[in-house]
């Protein structure tokens, strides 16, 4: 028997892939008739605190559900604070003092004040609506790039967010959009970088193509003034929804077309039959939260799901050499990801409709236990959580999976590939 929980995340997700057919115009997205139906308002009541966000959603809207703060000629203090602080912003002011402010930057600003983690991906998620509905001329990255390990290794520039930002601006047409950042703490300018899909390395250095007054850094100062500067609000750990399954699917689209010699080429739509591919994202090593019987795992994942009908991928995610590409053909060839809470789960974002994310979270408490969830439900992801009965601390370097969490995650699967919700996802013959 499929345990209520689960029942009700397939439940909502085929209510949403069946809205995202009749409502969103996204093709191939029915679903299937035999599933039951449930009060879905009411699920989705319990995790949101709004609808949906729907196809023809504008920035007003977005500015009454208090996902977004939109200013004109206005100012942001603390926009120079490294580490966390809150922007206030000031009205108001006369626009002739305004615009002799040093700090003041014409048209429009997206501002960002956040650290580059990618399992914090989700706060600024409303970014990719903005993008659909905005022409955005900057994005400026208040806190430093170089925060704790963010640039270990490659960095999560290089392995996570210029695929991002290069996806979103393909996908809306957004181009030579200078991204700003600061690397250190003690930086007091943010340079400007430029990413698209186009170059071989997805940053764009050419002069050619470039406004040459777009790749001057900016000064970061205390107060800093604009024409119009919008940021986030506080979605409270994703509760209020921010983007539009079609503004989704246009940005799948995008980050798929940047990995055309994906085996098989990735597409937004799932072939009808096997192989199945199930994806084990682990964490390393040296990494917390590590799984101590991890070879026991795999083992049991293998004897369940065998080849050729099933392919197993390990993956150890806290490499600090892997790139966004891998990541993103690895979560977008798979039927299945299993993963630890964490920054890999950001990646997600990159999961086709109707696959689903199985995620290992902890017998603690934690702000964010169902943030993930709310993402997977926006980006048309089935979910599910394990708990297993050893991880009782965040900070636990390392933990054991015991023979009922191993059964618990195998018998998901089992009920996901017994029911096969990705033949709703099919591409149109």
């Given at each position: 028997?499929?345990?209520?929980?689960?029942?009700?995340?397939?439940?909502?997700?085929?209510?949403?892939?069946?809205?995202?057919?009749?409502?969103?115009?996204?093709?191939?997205?029915?679903?299937?008739?035999?599933?039951?139906?449930?009060?879905?308002s009411?699920?989705?009541?319990?995790?949101?605190?709004?609808?949906?966000?729907?196809?023809?959603f504008?920035?007003?809207?977005?500015?009454?559900?208090?996902?977004?703060?939109?200013?004109?000629?206005?100012?942001?203090?603390?926009?120079?604070?490294?580490?966390?602080?809150?922007?206030?912003?000031?009205?108001?002011?006369?626009?002739?003092?305004?615009?002799?402010?040093?700090?003041?930057?014409?048209?429009?600003?997206?501002?960002?004040?956040?650290?580059?983690h990618?399992?914090?991906?989700?706060?600024?998620?409303?970014?990719?609506?903005?993008?659909?509905?905005?022409?955005?001329?900057?994005?400026?990255?208040?806190?430093?790039?170089?925060?704790?390990?963010?640039?270990?290794?490659?960095?999560?520039?290089?392995?996570?967010?210029?695929?991002?930002?290069?996806?979103?601006f393909?996908?809306?047409?957004?181009?030579?959009?200078?991204?700003?950042?600061?690397?250190?703490?003690?930086?007091?300018?943010?340079?400007?970088?430029?990413?698209?899909?186009?170059?071989?390395?997805?940053?764009?250095?050419?002069?050619?193509?470039?406004?040459?007054?777009?790749?001057?850094?900016?000064?970061?100062?205390?107060?800093?003034?604009?024409?119009?500067?919008?940021?986030?609000?506080?979605?409270?750990?994703?509760?209020?929804?921010?983007?539009?399954?079609k503004?989704?699917?246009?940005?799948?689209?995008?980050?798929?077309?940047?990995?055309?010699?994906?085996?098989?080429?990735?597409?937004?739509?799932?072939?009808?039959?096997?192989?199945?591919?199930?994806?084990?994202?682990?964490?390393?090593p040296?990494?917390?939260?590590?799984?101590?019987?991890?070879?026991?795992?795999?083992?049991?994942?293998?004897?369940?799901?065998?080849?050729?009908?099933?392919?197993?991928?390990?993956?150890?995610?806290?490499?600090?050499?892997?790139?966004?590409?891998?990541?993103?053909?690895?979560?977008?060839?798979?039927?299945?990801?299993?993963?630890?809470?964490?920054?890999?789960?950001?990646?997600?974002?990159?999961?086709?409709?109707?696959?689903?994310?199985?995620?290992?979270?902890?017998?603690?408490?934690?702000?964010?236990?169902?943030?993930?969830?709310r993402?997977?439900?926006?980006?048309?992801?089935?979910?599910?959580?394990?708990?297993?009965?050893?991880?009782?601390?965040?900070?636990?370097?390392?933990?054991?999976?015991?023979?009922?969490?191993?059964?618990e995650?195998?018998?998901?699967?089992k009920e996901?590939?017994?029911?096969?919700?990705?033949?709703?996802?099919?591409?149109?013959?």
């Amino acid at each position: 028997q499929m345990s209520q929980f689960l029942k009700l995340a397939y439940y909502l997700a085929a209510f949403l892939v069946f809205m995202n057919e009749k409502h969103y115009g996204v093709d191939a997205q029915v679903a299937p008739p035999v599933w039951p139906s449930y009060n879905f308002s009411q699920l989705i009541a319990q995790l949101f605190n709004f609808p949906l966000v729907h196809e023809h959603f504008s920035v007003q809207e977005l500015i009454d559900r208090k996902a977004l703060h939109y200013h004109e000629n206005a100012c942001l203090i603390n926009a120079k604070q490294p580490t966390h602080s809150t922007n206030k912003a000031i009205e108001n002011i006369n626009i002739t003092e305004l615009r002799a402010d040093p700090t003041y930057l014409e048209n429009t600003t997206y501002w960002v004040n956040d650290y580059l983690h990618v399992g914090h991906v989700h706060y600024d998620i409303v970014q990719i609506q903005v993008l659909k509905l905005l022409k955005v001329d900057r994005i400026i990255m208040q806190r430093p790039a170089c925060h704790g390990t963010l640039c270990v290794g490659i960095g999560s520039v290089d392995s996570f967010y210029k695929g991002y930002y290069a996806a979103m601006f393909e996908a809306f047409k957004a181009y030579n959009i200078p991204v700003y950042l600061r690397w250190s703490w003690t930086d007091k300018h943010v340079q400007p970088l430029f990413f698209s899909p186009e170059t071989h390395d997805y940053y764009v250095n050419s002069s050619t193509y470039i406004n040459p007054e777009l790749k001057k850094p900016i000064l970061l100062q205390h107060k800093m003034c604009f024409e119009r500067v919008i940021r986030r609000a506080d979605t409270d750990y994703g509760r209020i929804p921010t983007v539009s399954a079609k503004a989704i699917q246009e940005f799948k689209a995008a980050a798929f077309g940047m990995i055309p010699k994906g085996n098989p080429p990735l597409t937004t739509y799932f072939d009808s039959g096997p192989p199945y591919r199930i994806l084990f994202s682990y964490r390393g090593p040296r990494a917390s939260r590590r799984i101590s019987n991890m070879e026991y795992f795999i083992s049991h994942l293998k004897s369940q799901f065998p080849s050729p009908d099933y392919h197993l991928r390990l993956m150890n995610n806290s490499d600090p050499q892997l790139d966004f590409k891998t990541q993103m053909q690895a979560v977008g060839e798979a039927h299945v990801v299993i993963t630890n809470h964490g920054a890999f789960e950001g990646n997600m974002i990159y999961m086709r409709n109707s696959s689903l994310l199985v995620e290992i979270f902890g017998h603690y408490g934690n702000n964010e236990i169902h943030t993930f969830h709310r993402l997977a439900i926006m980006f048309g992801v089935f979910y599910a959580r394990v708990h297993p009965r050893d991880l009782t601390d965040h900070l636990a370097q390392e933990y054991r999976l015991n023979h009922s969490d191993v059964v618990e995650v195998s018998n998901i699967l089992k009920e996901y590939f017994s029911l096969k919700p990705f033949l709703a996802n099919l591409k149109p013959s």
